[in-house]
């Protein structure tokens, strides 16, 4: 899920298709300032999944704010983070 359409896309629609089952524009954080269309694709990418895939490791940034928001929905929850002691 992109959060806005990208040039990138745009110029090479094609090959993303060949290569990924499917590409989604956001709507909602299209319409938003740059700054937060990321956070809002991260919660729209929760909102349409059953189960949350994750790598976090810190108690920040936008994938910890992602998962969090997941929690709140009640979403199963996978972190795959490794810990090395």
């Known amino acids: 899920m992109m959060p806005y359409m990208k040039a990138e896309f745009r ?3 094609k090959e ?11 709507g909602q954080s299209a319409k938003a300032h740059y700054k937060s269309a990321m956070q809002i694709r991260n919660r729209s990418m929760v909102d349409w999944s059953d189960l949350v ?3 976090i490791q810190y108690n920040s ?9 997941a929690k709140q929905k009640l979403k ?3 972190n ?3 810990l090395d002691y």
């Open 61 to 69: 940034g936008g994938a910890y704010k992602a998962v969090r928001y």
């Open 76 to 78: 199963q929850i996978v």
């Open 16 to 26: 993303f298709l060949d290569y990924y089952d499917d590409v989604v524009d956001c």
């Open 80 to 82: 795959v983070t490794v």
């Open 53 to 55: 895939i994750c790598r």
């Open 11 to 13: 110029d090479n629609e």
